[in-house]
């Protein structure tokens, strides 16, 4: 059942990825950039609350929210900006979470970030409670009354809450102070999950690119101006509240636990939370199915340092060699790898790497590769990234296909190879980089390739016969864009003459220690240089 939601689910959003590219770019894709939103929402969200506040009044809330909406200096669309930022931080969320689902990035390493996740929508959504209830109109005293009888049902107090509610006095200033002061520290709790959401990625990307930033914010601002969110009436504890404009995000569930009990209500909200709770567990793949993690061969290992740079999950250090030898190794934390094979990218002389996918193993396969055709008219090789257009049946024609599991597991010698062993070009279809299902491996590739990173191309290959594409899995005219345009650029070149009996290096020199103290093994989280 889970598989087949999985499946089904991951296949709409993998199309609506596609649609997005086509009309966006991959780098403005909204949805590539969920989880950033978020983040930039509730920062409005914060922002424009700290306007707010200053004009709130515990002693007569609703009278304060009718003078915000009549300040002269948008005080009306200052409140709006709030409300609409609120709500696009649920959607942003939901989205994030539906493709982190889909694209089995939940269990793991990564189920820390599902869990932690999970409670930062839980405290977003009692933020946002508490917020409504703050401007005491009939949406307000709804949410406050259908709240003070769920809580009667649990035996916390030794008075009913919905006391407070009976209307024979008026409600203390106690109660808005109270729903205040949650509104203010709630947000606290939210920084400390964000942290433990990110707290096992290196280089973790907090915000959505400038223009994508200001872009989403000018859209909700021109949305607070030209659609102002109107105030309701005044709450009346004597009265029953009529018709009441719910808000779809907040509040969509009232007129279903309005209708049921407050036992069968905390039964489906807590098996709601154990289901999101247990998602780790339940989409963890059976044993012989998950991918290994990745080995370090300490006989090749350099102490170069390169592997635990690059590593986009904090799952490599650097310790002091056993063998006798100087300098450090790497070693890999299996608790943390998530098999992205990254490291297997960045090592030049091949030493680690997820078993059958290290700069050996790939060697090994393009080898087979190449001796299983001949190379006519120059042509394109495609190294198809799982996850890009370029790994679809029959994509890009009759263009050989060298397939891998990420652009960023692509270790340059397979380029060189392939164009030492004459192919016209070498054109790697990677997925776009905001989308890649080992976070950095697009942008370190285009590093290695063509600025120099280790492990690098080599000085040797023609880099003119070298390209990257970015095409996500149903963007197939960006993926036909890049072969033909890649095609009109080689027709300039001379045909390309190949070599027999390639030797590519596959070793290096041990480092040596530097002079001055190391850095200590511990993860550089400053360090930007190259950083996609």
């Given at each position: 059942?889970?598989?087949m939601?999985?499946?089904?689910?991951?296949?709409?959003?993998?199309?609506?990825d596609?649609?997005?590219?086509?009309?966006?770019?991959?780098?403005?894709?909204?949805?590539?950039?969920?989880?950033?939103?978020?983040?930039?929402?509730?920062a409005?969200?914060?922002?424009?609350?700290?306007?707010?506040?200053?004009?709130?009044?515990?002693?007569?809330?609703?009278?304060?929210?009718?003078?915000?909406?009549?300040?002269?200096?948008?005080?009306?669309?200052?409140?709006?900006?709030h409300?609409?930022?609120?709500?696009?931080?649920?959607?942003?969320?939901v989205?994030?979470?539906?493709?982190?689902?889909?694209?089995g990035?939940?269990?793991?390493?990564?189920?820390?970030?599902?869990?932690s996740?999970?409670?930062?929508?839980?405290?977003?959504?009692?933020?946002?409670?508490?917020?409504?209830?703050?401007?005491?109109?009939?949406?307000?005293?709804?949410?406050?009354?259908?709240?003070?009888?769920?809580?009667?049902?649990?035996?916390?107090f030794?008075?009913?809450?919905?006391?407070?509610?009976?209307?024979?006095?008026?409600?203390?200033?106690?109660?808005?102070?109270?729903?205040?002061?949650?509104?203010?520290?709630?947000?606290?709790?939210?920084?400390?999950?964000?942290?433990?959401?990110?707290?096992?990625?290196?280089?973790?990307?907090?915000?959505?690119?400038?223009?994508?930033?200001?872009?989403?914010?000018?859209?909700?601002?021109?949305?607070?101006?030209?659609?102002?969110?109107?105030?309701?009436?005044g709450?009346d504890?004597?009265?029953?509240?009529g018709?009441?404009?719910?808000?779809?995000?907040?509040?969509?569930?009232?007129?279903?636990?309005?209708?049921?009990?407050?036992?069968?209500?905390?039964?489906?909200?807590?098996?709601?939370?154990?289901?999101?709770?247990?998602?780790?567990?339940?989409?963890?793949?059976?044993?012989?199915?998950?991918?290994?993690?990745?080995?370090?061969?300490?006989?090749?290992?350099?102490?170069?340092?390169?592997?635990?740079?690059?590593?986009?999950?904090?799952?490599?250090?650097?310790?002091?060699?056993?063998?006798?030898?100087?300098?450090?190794?790497a070693?890999?934390?299996?608790?943390?790898?998530?098999?992205?094979?990254?490291?297997?990218?960045?090592?030049?002389?091949?030493?680690?790497?997820?078993?059958?996918?290290?700069?050996?193993?790939?060697?090994?396969?393009?080898?087979?590769f190449?001796a299983?055709?001949?190379?006519?008219?120059?042509?394109?090789?495609?190294?198809?990234?799982?996850?890009?257009?370029?790994?679809?049946?029959?994509?890009?024609?009759?263009?050989?296909?060298?397939?891998?599991?990420?652009?960023?597991?692509?270790?340059?010698s397979?380029?060189?190879?392939?164009?030492?062993?004459?192919?016209?070009?070498?054109?790697?279809?990677?997925?776009?980089?905001?989308?890649?299902?080992?976070?950095?491996?697009p942008?370190w590739?285009?590093?290695?390739?063509?600025?120099?990173?280790?492990?690098?191309?080599?000085?040797?290959?023609?880099?003119?016969?070298?390209?990257?594409?970015?095409?996500?899995?149903?963007?197939?005219?960006?993926?036909?864009?890049?072969?033909?345009?890649?095609a009109?650029?080689?027709?300039?070149?001379?045909?390309?003459?190949?070599?027999?009996?390639?030797?590519?290096?596959t070793?290096?020199?041990?480092s040596?220690?530097?002079?001055?103290?190391?850095?200590?093994?511990?993860?550089?989280?400053?360090w930007?240089?190259?950083?996609p």
């Amino acid at each position: 059942m889970q598989a087949m939601l999985k499946r089904s689910l991951g296949k709409v959003l993998a199309r609506l990825d596609g649609w997005a590219d086509r009309l966006y770019g991959w780098k403005w894709n909204p949805l590539y950039q969920s989880g950033a939103l978020v983040v930039a929402c509730l920062a409005v969200v914060l922002a424009t609350g700290l306007y707010l506040i200053f004009f709130y009044r515990i002693g007569a809330p609703y009278e304060s929210m009718v003078r915000i909406d009549g300040q002269a200096w948008g005080g009306r669309w200052i409140r709006s900006l709030h409300r609409y930022a609120a709500d696009a931080a649920v959607v942003a969320a939901v989205v994030h979470a539906l493709r982190m689902f889909c694209q089995g990035r939940s269990w793991g390493p990564r189920a820390l970030a599902w869990i932690s996740g999970v409670f930062l929508v839980f405290l977003l959504y009692v933020c946002g409670w508490t917020g409504y209830v703050m401007v005491w109109d009939t949406h307000g005293q709804l949410l406050a009354t259908e709240g003070a009888r769920l809580l009667d049902a649990l035996p916390l107090f030794s008075e009913p809450v919905s006391r407070t509610f009976a209307g024979d006095s008026p409600l203390p200033s106690a109660f808005f102070f109270m729903n205040l002061f949650l509104h203010i520290a709630l947000p606290i709790g939210l920084a400390i999950f964000l942290w433990l959401h990110v707290a096992r990625v290196a280089r973790p990307v907090i915000l959505p690119p400038r223009r994508l930033l200001w872009t989403s914010v000018g859209l909700l601002a021109a949305a607070a101006i030209l659609l102002p969110v109107p105030l309701g009436p005044g709450a009346d504890l004597l009265r029953t509240p009529g018709d009441v404009t719910l808000d779809l995000f907040y509040s969509f569930w009232l007129p279903a636990a309005a209708s049921a009990s407050p036992g069968l209500v905390w039964a489906a909200g807590t098996a709601v939370a154990i289901a999101l709770v247990s998602v780790p567990f339940m989409a963890r793949p059976r044993e012989d199915r998950r991918p290994a993690p990745s080995h370090v061969s300490s006989r090749l290992c350099t102490s170069c340092e390169q592997c635990y740079v690059d590593c986009p999950y904090d799952a490599i250090r650097m310790v002091e060699r056993t063998d006798g030898r100087e300098g450090l190794v790497a070693q890999v934390n299996p608790a943390s790898c998530v098999s992205c094979g990254i490291c297997a990218g960045s090592c030049a002389p091949m030493g680690v790497g997820p078993p059958g996918r290290t700069g050996r193993d790939q060697l090994a396969r393009v080898r087979e590769f190449v001796a299983r055709r001949s190379f006519a008219d120059g042509d394109i090789v495609l190294v198809a990234c799982g996850r890009s257009a370029a790994s679809a049946p029959q994509a890009g024609g009759e263009a050989p296909r060298f397939p891998v599991s990420c652009a960023g597991n692509l270790h340059s010698s397979v380029v060189e190879y392939l164009i030492r062993a004459g192919a016209g070009g070498v054109l790697v279809v990677a997925c776009p980089p905001r989308d890649c299902w080992g976070r950095e491996g697009p942008g370190w590739l285009v590093e290695r390739l063509f600025n120099g990173r280790e492990a690098e191309l080599k000085e040797r290959v023609d880099r003119k016969r070298v390209r990257v594409a970015f095409a996500s899995l149903h963007d197939r005219p960006a993926l036909r864009a890049a072969l033909d345009e890649f095609a009109r650029a080689l027709a300039g070149l001379d045909a390309p003459a190949g070599e027999a009996g390639i030797e590519v290096d596959t070793e290096c020199e041990l480092s040596g220690l530097p002079d001055g103290p190391r850095m200590p093994p511990a993860r550089r989280r400053w360090w930007r240089a190259g950083s996609p």
